[in-house]
């Protein structure tokens, strides 16, 4: 069986783990916690970059630290992740869905400012298989409304945008690193913040409303209760997994990109479906390939087919306006003109880190094979 995806793991993780274990230093902000800091930060730029539980808790972080009240308006995509909604449905806010360009699956920029009210507070873009959302027009729509940008970058590392890093370009960005992800440390994620200003809160946010991270750095002689909060910081046993990737992540994002361009090669222009736009001010991360058949009976009878051949093909996201909670805790601004087919007729491949060659190979054939 082919499956779809595999936890990536390099080698190098059992001596990392082993190592923070000796270390007598397995709670959060260790020795492993405090290298995938520095990297992550090295590697975008940004101002401030904290490890957290997962995507979901960093986004929820950005919620806190957004000030989001109850009634306000977040704006998003129905084809996204059930997380980015969430983040925002716990601090009692209304979402606001826009429909996305059929080319990306990302956010369509040009319907936001139709779905702007008094109660808009932030727009949440999510960079959809890595590719970056129209972030110029986003920013500058933001400026223009008073508005927070907080980018789902669960799936962008590595990613960039005219040249900037996903996840550094609005005031706050998200990362994953679940076991589907480029990079992993089974749950866990990231929060980028642009501006210093958020970070001392942030801090306190994360350490369950203490300052206990400057009294850590001996700013501070004793900790207290400061603000509310929660646990978001990760254990270093998980952050040791995943220093093990971010060390390589070059080499694992450079395998991706090979099977990435297989599969590219094999279907792009090809008449019988559709494949992923990059867009050229962007640049990606191989985080995903996904082919889009003619419609769901399709995609249902080329799943079938692939699975009788061992292979695990997957689709994704019921988009978030039609299931129940999207009923209850938001509204769809506009028509869905692609949201709802798109997503229907869309296939993931498999993709992850060491997927043999002959493999990919494979899966090509017998896609090709079922169109023939
Ligand atoms: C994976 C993912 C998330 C959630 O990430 P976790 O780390 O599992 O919380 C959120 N949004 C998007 C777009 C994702 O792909």
């Not at 992550?40 to 957290?52: D, P, Q, V």
């Not at 750095?217 to 990760?234: A, N």
Request: hydrophobic share 40%; aromatic share 10%.
């Amino acid at each position: 069986m082919t499956p779809f995806n595999i936890a990536p793991f390099t080698g190098k993780e059992l001596t990392y783990i082993k190592q923070a274990v000796d270390n007598r230093k397995i709670c959060g902000d260790g020795e492993f916690t405090m290298r995938c800091k520095a990297w992550l930060e090295e590697k975008t730029g940004t101002s401030e970059a904290l490890l957290t539980t997962s995507c979901t808790h960093a986004l929820e972080m950005a919620a806190l630290l957004a000030d989001i009240q109850p009634g306000d308006e977040i704006i998003m995509p129905s084809f996204t992740f059930v997380s980015t909604a969430d983040a925002f449905v716990l601090r009692g806010a209304q979402i606001v869905f826009v429909d996305i360009r059929p080319d990306t699956m990302n956010i369509d920029e040009n319907l936001i400012e139709a779905a702007i009210t008094e109660k808009t507070k932030a727009i949440v873009p999510v960079h959809y298989a890595g590719v970056g959302c129209e972030m110029d027009t986003i920013m500058e729509l933001a400026r223009l409304h008073n508005l927070y940008v907080i980018e789902d970058a669960a799936q962008g590392i590595m990613s960039t945008y005219k040249g900037k890093p996903l996840g550094t370009i609005g005031e706050f960005g998200c990362f994953s690193f679940h076991e589907t992800k480029n990079f992993s440390m089974g749950e866990g994620g990231a929060l980028l913040i642009r501006e210093l200003q958020f970070k001392e809160r942030a801090e306190i946010l994360r350490e369950k409303g203490t300052n206990r991270s400057k009294f850590f750095r001996g700013e501070v002689d004793k900790y207290t209760w400061c603000d509310m909060g929660s646990s978001y910081l990760p254990s270093d046993i998980n952050a040791a997994y995943l220093w093990a990737q971010l060390e390589v992540a070059d080499e694992i994002t450079k395998d991706r990109m090979k099977t990435w361009k297989m599969y590219d090669d094999a279907f792009r222009g090809w008449s019988h479906l559709d494949v992923p736009v990059i867009p050229p001010e962007c640049e990606h991360n191989a985080h995903m390939y996904y082919i889009k058949v003619k419609d769901l009976e399709e995609r249902t009878n080329l799943i079938a087919y692939l699975l009788e051949r061992d292979i695990k093909a997957v689709f994704h996201y019921v988009p978030l306006h039609s299931a129940q909670a999207g009923r209850k805790y938001g509204r769809f601004h506009g028509e869905d003109v692609h949201t709802t087919r798109e997503s229907e007729r869309l296939l993931r491949l498999p993709l992850y880190y060491h997927l043999p060659e002959e493999e990919t190979g494979r899966i090509i054939e017998c896609v090709k094979k079922f169109f023939a």
